[in-house]
């Protein structure tokens, strides 16, 4: 950008002098045509060619391959995104973490994300990290995800996947590698066991009252796959695919009428007293 700044600067500079130089003859520092054609030929042809020559090279060779699709074994971790209408499931290779949205990486650490989908095409995109990749029926997509700094870095789904296509965030938050590790070791724990008699109550709502048909707790008999894994649920900053932030009243609303929030997703409201739902809602709440 600088490079390119100094050039303008220069070319405005020249036209200036052109055209206040404009009834005169011959160039302004002295020579004739000669001087003049060889100005030409440096600047007009010579310097152009070298610059571009560069900065193809530069392009092709330094900055394609640092941001290419990670080959076999050329990157410590696996991250495998699926694609869901309207969500994304991310499952990290040989652990039994699964989590929805929200994708943890360790902070400079090359990671292969493995696109695939559930239904539809979409298109996974983190602008701050790398290009995009599109999720596709029957093919396994690669791009390589690596974060020089820790932060959270969001990204929306690229490709038109119908009703709720622009409610389909996904966040990369890079973290130092022991936060990480023990956001991962935590993550791959079954859902922790009720510690209040509100949560236990919550808990047998969730299983007998149709959440568990679509939803999954490790460790419970809730196996559904229809839903995002809600095993650590309340570790998530937001719901529904970064829809609505992930405390007490959002969690409740969301609950209470998915529909309100993000018409055409696939959870229906589900009728219950109202002990019952506060109880489940003291139970998600305690999923961390
Ligand atoms: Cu998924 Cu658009």
Same mark, same amino acid.
């Given at each position: 950008m600088i490079g390119c700044w100094i050039g303008f600067g220069v070319v405005c500079f020249l036209l200036l002098l052109g055209w206040l130089r *404009? +009834? *005169? $003859?011959?160039l302004p520092f002295g020579g004739g045509e000669r001087a003049g054609n060889a100005l030409v030929v440096i600047l007009g042809i010579a310097l152009p060619v070298a610059l571009l020559s560069g900065l193809f090279f530069w392009s092709d060779i330094v900055v394609i391959r640092s941001t290419a699709a990670p080959t076999r074994g050329s990157t410590r971790l696996t991250v495998r995104v699926i694609g869901h209408q309207w969500w994304w499931e991310a499952r990290y290779k040989s652990t039994k973490a699964v989590t929805a949205n929200e994708i943890h990486i360790p902070v400079r650490v090359p990671v292969d994300v493995v696109g695939t989908t559930d239904d539809v095409i979409h298109s996974f995109w983190i602008p701050q990290l790398n290009r995009k990749i599109d999720l596709i029926p029957g093919r396994q997509n690669h791009v390589l995800l690596q974060a020089n700094e820790p932060g959270i870095y969001e990204g929306e789904? =690229? $490709?038109?996947?119908?009703?709720?296509h622009a409610h389909m965030i996904a966040t990369v938050i890079a973290d130092p590698k022991p936060v990480f590790r023990r956001w991962l070791a935590n993550m791959a724990k079954p859902v922790r066991a009720p510690s209040k008699p509100s949560e236990e109550r919550g808990r047998g709502v969730f299983l007998e009252q149709g959440c568990a048909e679509c939803h999954r707790l490790r460790? /419970?008999? =809730? @196996?559904? @796959?229809?839903?995002? @894994?809600? /095993?650590?649920? =309340? /570790? *998530? *900053?937001?719901l529904a695919a970064g829809t609505v932030v992930n405390d007490y009243v959002h969690l409740a609303g969301w609950v209470a009428d998915p529909q309100h929030f993000k018409?055409? +997703?696939r959870m229906p409201q589900v009728p219950m007293s109202g002990d019952d739902f506060n109880a489940l809602v003291d139970y998600l709440q305690s999923l961390k």
């Open positions: *404009r +009834n *005169r $003859e011959g789904c =690229a $490709e038109f996947c119908g009703l709720q460790g /419970t008999p =809730a @196996d559904g @796959d229809v839903g995002p @894994d809600l /095993t650590h649920l =309340a /570790t *998530r *900053r937001k018409p055409g +997703n």
